[in-house]
């Protein structure tokens, strides 16, 4: 296809009329095969014996790469490598070249054939043969002298040894904290002083492979970088450690922890690698590594596409659909050198030396220099040691579009100009509708997205989250004159959602700007139609609070219009050292606007393609994150709370919260709400419907005491009408299910209170008081959730079908009228969903543990409803007539849930995207791995065993909370 004309549509499209590529196509190189497009790629396949047809194709990407080479140069249409499921593990890195490109207008494709994000590129190998030693850690053999410096277990980072343990904190899950401070040394580069008693029975008598997590202070608590450094030694006498090389500043004020060694190897999650002997050893959090997926990083960088030169770029290839993850980090890492000139490399401009990353840290799981035109799409990239994707000096005219992007040791997505002066050559590259989260996991001065000395390139439809310190940063430096020689102008980020950001850093603004311009005519860069919430970090963190937008030395004259900055531990906006900005429509001015906010244009669109990934964050546990004030002057609370940290606290006469969603949704909405009935003089409601969030047309339910003092109501329309259900104090469960299509059935604690029609889908949520009627009681909401789907058996079977047996609704359900009953021997209902799913699945079951003949189980996992990967909770008599059964694949096993007589709620967790957590009742029966994600949905008894197995099954939900 040409470049003109490229359209994603028509990337998916097997061009008309392309034959199937043979073997000849292969082994005989001539322009005639230039119309054979597609070549196969698969883990059973053969680089000696295959000929990449997809009877026989090859085994790597490698062989697929150097067999088509040939064929290039007389392209007269895509030629794509189309790589089935599986892992392809690699111990090198994948290295293309000019010599790869696409030709005469058209690209080189290499694509997952079997699914979104099912062939996976995997940076390293499994590590298998664990033996307990003691204390609960494993351990293998892997070899001797590799470098290993991080390590992924089941899909996410484990942490090596370290003192003080790390504490995850779900409102700060990027912190590393805790964290030692230092103390007693002033103005030491090397020298880190510390506290007596902090490290107190810590054995430093093996520095070999030991170093400190460190965020330097400069004399002042600074956090703007962190730092993994090696230990030279250690005074335990005079309580001073010595680093193997300078920090950026001074460490009088800094925190810290130390890491690197087995005999801190204390905690679940830890690991340690001793490159002397070869020994890895981890401590699982289950205390076992029964069916543990433990992937030992091989390469840094994974994928590196790099042009021979500038002149001589590598251009037209395309990566489409791929899981790329599972890269090494580095034993020693400092962000730039500490003093300008420090580089030895003669620039015009030393003072650079401090902004760029140094040599051996430019690096991406993804690579590229002297590029333009390559492509990254439909990919998830996640496990990263380093950045996910990385743009070093010479790159422009790329596209990164529809990727989910986290577990990322650096920075999402990470461009790297030239030194100021020496030329503006990393411009028009295209970051867009993608989902950039958990970033930063190893280094703290981490972006979602960075633009460092690059200019006229474009960040578009991000979800960006989960930071220790940037969402997007833009920067070069300061004081340099002319101010054409820097090159961070003329950047548009735009329908951008940040939340959650800068976690464990502070001086700092989610959006940032440095060294840009500072004389006239400014060097601009345009933000517009961006929402920023939730930007707070970490207690440990006594720098100043972080701000929503910070525009820092030298950032004159930039561009913000549209940007709704809300619920910041520091000020929205902040300046330091800049200004002259333009201002249009922000809220931290006066005359801000909502209405010119285009809420439901931020952020991905409908079009990303892996559910589940952009969490809908309905919890307040890190403020009004992904709501937006409309009325009063909202707050939150950490007194009165359901599932987290803090609730939404509505008080005063009018106060209203909303969200939009991209799209109007036939999906249930769940809604928690704490009532106090002793507040005779409350109006209080939430709404979910397709009216705005001040329209007439309402769905809602809540507390109007002006219609009923003692029942809850519901409004539809403009009329508000009492149930029968009375107030009480404490939680309350709200619930708006559109799933049948017609209309909305109303529920408050599972029980149904009405079913108004008209409106059939809803495209927004709001919470709060919306009458100034002096009724000014104090509310709380809390935990609000989506299910994507959602089936209760109310309007009959939806899309569930009778996979075996014939399907039966009976009353006595969970909620509503109608519940699903096996009834027979062999009673099977199964949903196909739509898409793959990276989300909690939730199944409602009644058991009468009186009865020990049953086998009835419920299964969420990939595949028809009757294939052998199983995924599977409920009841197996045979297995155990008093615990709950778990089932992977064909084994069947009894957990250590008690079978109690009574409604019971089993979950599948596949958020993590590395396998999935099943559970009852909340309690863990096992996590597997092997599959990734679901859709499909099963329920009832397989088995032809003359028994029936009378469970009743009710409220299936798939959401991500």
Do not use: C
Not at 28 to 56: E, H, I, L, R
Not at 516 to 535: F, K, L
Not at 654 to 667: C, E, G, L, N, Y
């Amino acid at each position: 296809m040409t470049r003109a004309v490229k359209t994603w549509e028509r990337l998916f499209t097997v061009l008309a009329g392309a034959a199937m590529a043979t073997a000849a196509a292969v082994t005989v190189a001539s322009p005639a095969v230039a119309a054979a497009t597609d070549f196969y790629v698969a883990t059973t396949g053969s680089d000696t014996t295959g000929d990449g047809t997809a009877a026989k194709p090859w085994q790597t990407v490698q062989k697929a790469r150097d067999s088509i080479r040939t064929l290039l140069p007389a392209m007269t249409a895509d030629i794509r490598v189309n790589l089935a499921p599986g892992a392809y593990t690699q111990t090198s890195t994948i290295e293309f070249t000019d010599a790869d490109s696409g030709r005469n207008g058209h690209d080189v494709v290499y694509r997952s054939s079997g699914g979104t994000g099912s062939a996976h590129l995997v940076g390293g190998t499994a590590a298998t043969g664990w033996s307990l030693q003691q204390n609960g850690v494993y351990r293998t053999n892997i070899g001797a002298n590799k470098s290993v410096n991080t390590l992924y277990v089941d899909g996410a980072r484990a942490t090596l040894a370290r003192f003080p343990n790390r504490q995850y904190d779900a409102d700060f899950p990027m912190a590393q904290a805790p964290y030692l401070r230092s103390s007693g040394v002033s103005k030491s580069y090397t020298q880190l002083g510390y506290n007596a008693g902090d490290l107190t029975g810590v054995d430093f008598s093996d520095l070999s492979a030991m170093s400190v997590g460190l965020w330097p202070g400069g004399e002042l608590d600074w956090t703007w970088y962190s730092e993994r450094t090696p230990i030279a030694g250690v005074d335990t006498t005079n309580r001073v450690i010595t680093l193997a090389r300078s920090a950026r500043y001074t460490l009088a004020k800094s925190r810290f922890f130390v890491q690197g060694a087995l005999s801190l190897l204390d905690a679940p999650d830890e690991y340690f690698y001793d490159k002397a002997s070869g020994y890895l050893y981890y401590k699982p959090k289950s205390g076992t590594m029964a069916d543990k997926s433990v992937i030992v990083p091989a390469v840094q960088k994974l994928v590196s596409v790099r042009g021979s030169s500038t002149s001589a770029p590598a251009h037209n290839i395309t990566f489409d659909g791929l899981t790329i993850r599972g890269t090494d980090f580095t034993a020693d890492f400092r962000h730039g050198w500490v003093s300008a000139g420090d580089s030895g490399e003669g620039h015009a401009n030393p003072r650079y030396d401090r902004q760029i990353n140094l040599p051996q840290h430019r690096v991406g799981m993804v690579f590229l220099e002297n590029t333009h035109d390559i492509t990254v799409a439909n990919s998830h990239l996640t496990n990263a040691g380093y950045s996910a994707i990385y743009l070093l000096k010479t790159n422009h005219d790329n596209t990164f579009n529809n990727n989910w992007i986290d577990r990322i040791g650096h920075s999402g997505v990470f461009l790297e100009g030239q030194y100021p002066g020496e030329g503006d050559t990393q411009y028009g590259n295209r970051v867009s509708n993608s989902v950039i989260s958990q970033v930063g996991e190893l280094v703290g001065s981490a972006a979602g997205v960075a633009f460092a000395n690059s200019s006229r390139n474009t960040a578009s439809h991000l979800d960006i989250f989960d930071t220790p310190r940037f969402a997007t940063a833009i920067y070069a430096d300061r004081d340099i004159s002319p101010d054409t020689d820097d090159y961070a102008r003329d950047n548009l980020i735009e329908y951008v959602r940040v939340h959650d950001a800068a976690q464990d850093s502070g001086d700092v603004g989610a959006v940032y700007t440095f060294g840009i311009s500072d004389t006239e005519p400014y060097a601009t860069n345009t933000y517009n139609q961006i929402t920023i919430t939730g930007v707070r970090a970490h207690p440990s963190m006594i720098d100043y609070a972080p701000k929503g937008i910070y525009t820092d030395n030298d950032s004159y004259g930039q561009t913000f219009s549209n940007v709704h900055v809300y619920d910041t531990q520091g000020a929205a906006f902040h300046v330091n050292d800049s200004g002259s900005h333009i201002l249009n429509n922000v809220s931290w001015a006066d005359g801000f606007n909502p209405s010119l906010m285009r809420y439901a244009d931020i952020g991905v669109d409908s079009s990303f393609p892996y559910p589940g990934a952009a969490n809908f964050t309905g919890g307040f546990t890190n403020g009004l994150a992904n709501w937006s004030t409309v009325r009063g002057a909202p707050g939150t609370s950490t007194t009165i709370t359901h599932g987290g940290g803090s609730s939404f606290a509505q008080s005063g006469d009018t106060s209203v919260i909303h969200t939009d969603f991209v799209q109007a949704q036939r999906k249930r909405v769940s809604v928690w709400f704490h009532d106090n009935t002793s507040q005779t003089s409350l109006s209080a409601m939430a709404r979910a419907d397709k009216d705005g969030w001040d329209g007439p047309e309402w769905r809602g339910l809540g507390v109007r005491t002006s219609v009923s003092s003692d029942k809850y109501v519901y409004r539809s329309g403009a009329t508000t009408t009492a149930t029968s259900v009375t107030r009480t104090t404490g939680w309350h469960q709200f619930t708006f299910d559109y799933t049948s299509g017609t209309g909305v059935d109303l529920y408050i604690d599972g029980q149904l209170v009405a079913s108004p029609t008209g409106i059939t889908e809803f495209d927004g949520i709001a919470l709060g008081d919306w009458w100034a009627d002096s009724a000014a009681g104090t509310a709380y909401w809390d935990d609000v959730s989506v299910a994507s789907f959602a089936q209760d058996f109310e309007h009959g079977l939806g899309t569930f079908t009778a996979a075996k047996g014939s399907a039966t609704l009976t009353t006595g359900a969970r909620s509503g009228t109608n519940a699903y009953a096996t009834d027979e021997d062999t009673d099977v209902l199964t949903a196909k969903l739509s898409g793959k799913n990276y989300q909690l699945a939730s199944v409602w079951f009644y058991d009468d543990a009186a009865d020990t003949s049953v086998q009835s189980m419920a299964r969420v996992d990939e595949g028809a409803s009757d294939d052998a990967s199983w995924r599977g909770l409920g009841v197996n008599t045979s297995v155990s007539a008093t615990k709950y059964v778990y089932r992977v694949n064909g084994t069947s096993t009894a957990g250590t849930v008690t079978r109690t007589t009574g409604w019971h709620r089993a979950t599948w967790d596949y958020r993590s995207g590395a396998g999935v957590t099943m559970s009852i009742d909340g309690q863990v029966m096992t996590t597997a791995a092997g599959i990734r994600q679901f859709d499909t949905v099963s329920l009832g008894d397989w088995w032809a065993d003359t028994t029936v197995s009378p469970l009743r099954w009710d409220n299936v939900t798939v959401a991500n909370s």
